[in-house]
Nanobody
Framework: QVQLVESGGGLVRAGDSLRLSCAAS????????MAWFRRAPGKEREFVAA????????YNTDFVKGRFTISRDNAKTTVYLQMNSLKPEDTAVYYC???????????????WGQGTQVTVSS
């Protein structure tokens, strides 16, 4: 089993930055891919970014556009999402996810955190 705990969300203004953290624990966590998804009110959960166990990254280029960076600590047990130049449309609950293979669809991940709310005011 894998446990994921997100933190770092909050209320910010447009143009501000936030860094989300996802602390992972459990079996073989260092060899898993980890990802961030988000769900805005009234919308489906959408892929934000992912990182493999060895540091390869992929992003949703539809809206990230160089503003977000996913990274992983050396122990590979914490994943970060640095979000810069935040916009009101980035308002959502952000979820951390993990599984043994990287993917861009929610069904690709078996393990999920509870989510952290990010609200961006205009």
């Amino acid at each position: 089993q894998v446990q994921l705990v997100e933190s770092g969300g909050g209320l910010v203004r447009a143009g501000d930055s936030l860094r989300l953290s996802c602390a992972a624990s459990g079996r073989a966590i260092r060899s898993t891919a980890m990802a961030w998804f988000r769900r805005a009110p009234g919308k489906e959960r959408e892929f934000v970014a992912a990182i493999t166990w060895n540091g390869a990254t992929t992003y949703n280029t539809d809206f990230v556009k160089g503003r977000f960076t996913i990274s992983r600590d050396n122990a590979k047990t914490t994943v970060y999402l640095q979000m810069n130049s935040l916009k009101p449309e980035d308002t959502a609950v952000y979820y951390c996810a993990s599984d043994y293979r990287v993917g861009r669809h929610p069904d690709d991940y078996a393990y999920w955190g509870q989510g952290t709310q990010v609200t961006v005011s205009s």
